[in-house]
């Protein structure tokens, strides 16, 4: 009996401070609840993220302290440390690029206005521009002025694979570091988490400076995980820069066995539109490694016929305003006769639908190119959700049926052209760190046009009404992966 007694009370020791754990765990699950209605960015991640903290806190609270965030204060907090530690490398930079701001541009007056009030760098003069389709093209390029590399190389890349192309890179990188030429190599490690250790230890053996994005050691690490490094970025001597949707890896020529033919879009920068570019990989690095790179911030003008206007737009979650948002929104608002877009990932917020349908309604040929074949079948089922919202606004879908489209691209009428890293979706909006290119220039845009109109000859048109012909289980994936929209 004593024994009985002895267990009796051991067991009711051991389920009070079980109940007790359980108690400031719902607790502190009602304080986060409230926080995220209190924070967050939309009123459908506040209701979701308050209920799911209520009932299930256990399960629900690690994940909010990872996925509830919507700011990242750490790498703000980062930046102005480098520019205070290094100011008179950023003034005389900044000093270096404002000398060909371009401040009359009447054709975009009112994105110009946006861009005013968001505190970037805006539209710069005597650069150019040239379109790299596909990843031969891209990568052909890439190499070849990796080649000319006479002081250092700047990489960045959301994925790496050590396969036959990012081994073709690495040997490429290794034969200039044997000939002095400084390589700052980075990556990130949720997009890049296949690279293998050997193929880092070996950039580094050869010389590189390398780093994942957010290298840090310590729970810190995992806290940040949600917030990922989207950007493409390569710069060479502070001459040459190269931004768009591709990485490094095989399936970027097209092969993938799934998914067959990849259609994506690089843009390669001459001008002061480099050292923009250079800007975002210098912050980054920062905040990867605590250093700063001796880098070159003298702008060579480039050698082109027509000067074209650039602007290089860096965003990402530690941007004190939206910036992504607001100036994806101010090109739909600017449009008057087209606005052709075409991403892999269609799952944006309501301000971005509600600013697609108010386009065409003045009268805008709004055309979106989406890919048929899909590497993300949950975003693919989420894009559905909103074609309820679309219908009866005469806004043109096009899928593309050659293979997997993978570009992000936007033209605005005939003066506006953007190519970069930005999926028109929350995570990049939000979330992800990306850049772009801005080009305002009517040849330019017209290659882009033609470009468009290639695409949308390899896609067929693809009626909104399509949804009510799906069966049940399709139509409610969707609307339940659309819920799931502000973190996919």
């Known amino acids: 009996m004593f024994e009985n007694g002895f267990e009796n009370t051991l067991l009711e020791h051991q389920l009070y401070w079980l109940a007790a754990v359980y108690f400031i765990v719902e607790a502190a699950a009602i304080y986060y609840a409230f926080h995220a209605i209190l924070n967050s960015r939309t009123s459908q991640a506040g209701i979701a993220w308050a209920i799911t903290l209520v009932t299930l806190p256990v399960f629900i609270l690690p994940l909010y302290w990872i996925f509830g965030g919507s700011r990242f204060y750490a790498y703000l907090e980062k930046?102005?440390?480098?520019?205070?530690?290094?100011?008179?490398?950023?003034?005389?930079?900044?000093?270096?690029?404002a000398g060909y701001y371009v401040k009359d541009m009447q054709a975009l007056e009112d994105i110009n206005n946006t861009i005013r009030h968001l505190d970037i760098i805006p539209f710069t003069s005597h650069n150019s521009a040239q379109l790299l389709i596909n990843g031969q093209k891209t990568y052909q390029a890439m190499l070849q002025a990796i080649e000319e590399a006479?002081?250092?190389?700047?990489?960045?890349?959301?994925?790496?694979?050590?396969?036959?192309?990012?081994?073709?890179?690495?040997?490429?990188?290794?034969?200039?570091?044997?000939q002095g030429v400084r390589v700052y190599f980075l990556y990130d490690?949720?997009?890049?988490?296949?690279?293998?250790?050997?193929?880092?230890?070996?950039?580094?053996?050869?010389?590189?400076?390398?780093?994942?994005?957010?290298?840090?050691?310590?729970?810190?690490?995992?806290?940040?995980?949600?917030?990922?490094?989207?950007?493409?970025?390569?710069?060479v001597d502070g001459l040459k820069a190269f931004v768009g949707g591709l990485n490094l890896g095989r399936e970027y020529l097209g092969e993938d066995e799934n998914l067959g033919?990849?259609?994506?879009?690089?843009?390669?920068?001459?001008?002061?539109?480099?050292?923009?570019?250079?800007?975002?990989?210098?912050?980054?690095?920062?905040?990867?490694?605590?250093?700063?790179?001796?880098?070159?911030?003298?702008?060579?003008?480039?050698?082109h016929k027509v000067s074209q206007n650039i602007m290089v737009l860096h965003t990402g979650p530690a941007d004190e305003k939206p910036v992504c948002s607001l100036f994806y929104?101010?090109?739909?608002?600017?449009?008057?006769?087209?606005?052709?877009?075409?991403?892999?990932?269609?799952?944006?917020?309501?301000?971005?639908?509600?600013?697609?349908?108010?386009?065409?309604?003045?009268?805008?040929?709004?055309?979106?190119?989406?890919?048929?074949?899909?590497?993300?079948?949950?975003?693919?089922?989420a894009s559905y959700a909103y074609y309820k919202e679309l219908q009866g606004y005469n806004i043109k879908i096009y899928r593309y049926t050659r293979g997997f489209c993978h570009q992000k691209v936007i033209l605005v009428d005939d003066v506006l052209a953007g190519v970069g890293t930005v999926n028109l979706d929350n995570r990049s909006i939000y979330?992800?760190?990306?850049?772009?290119?801005?080009?305002?220039?009517?040849?330019?845009?017209?290659?882009?046009?033609?470009?468009?109109?290639?695409?949308?000859?390899?896609?067929?048109?693809?009626?909104?009404?399509?949804?009510?012909?799906?069966?049940?289980?399709?139509?409610?994936?969707?609307?339940?992966?659309?819920?799931?929209?502000?973190?996919l």
């Open 329 to 381: 929104c101010a090109q739909i608002n600017h449009a008057r006769k087209r606005l052709w877009i075409a991403t892999p990932y269609f799952v944006p917020d309501m301000e971005i639908i509600q600013a697609l349908k108010n386009a065409a309604l003045r009268g805008v040929d709004v055309r979106l190119i989406l890919p048929e074949k899909y590497d993300h079948y949950y975003v693919y089922l």
């Open 150 to 178: 006479q002081d250092y190389v700047l990489l960045q890349f959301y994925i790496i694979h050590n396969d036959h192309v990012g081994e073709t890179f690495r040997k490429l990188l290794t034969r200039k570091m044997q």
């Open 431 to 487: 979330l992800n760190f990306e850049v772009s290119a801005y080009v305002a220039n009517k040849g330019f845009a017209a290659e882009v046009e033609n470009m468009l109109r290639e695409d949308m000859h390899n896609s067929y048109l693809e009626e909104l009404d399509i949804i009510d012909t799906k069966p049940f289980w399709f139509r409610a994936a969707s609307r339940l992966f659309y819920l799931f929209s502000p973190v």
């Open 79 to 97: 930046f102005r440390e480098a520019t205070l530690e290094h100011i008179d490398t950023a003034t005389d930079a900044l000093q270096q690029i």
């Open 189 to 235: 490690e949720i997009g890049s988490h296949r690279l293998s250790y050997s193929y880092i230890r070996e950039l580094r053996r050869a010389g590189a400076q390398v780093s994942s994005f957010n290298g840090h050691k310590g729970l810190r690490k995992y806290l940040h995980i949600n917030f990922r490094n989207h950007r493409k970025i390569l710069v």
């Open 261 to 303: 033919f990849w259609r994506d879009t690089h843009i390669m920068l001459e001008g002061p539109s480099v050292q923009t570019t250079q800007a975002a990989f210098v912050k980054d690095w920062f905040w990867s490694v605590g250093e700063v790179p001796r880098l070159n911030w003298s702008v060579r003008e480039a050698e």
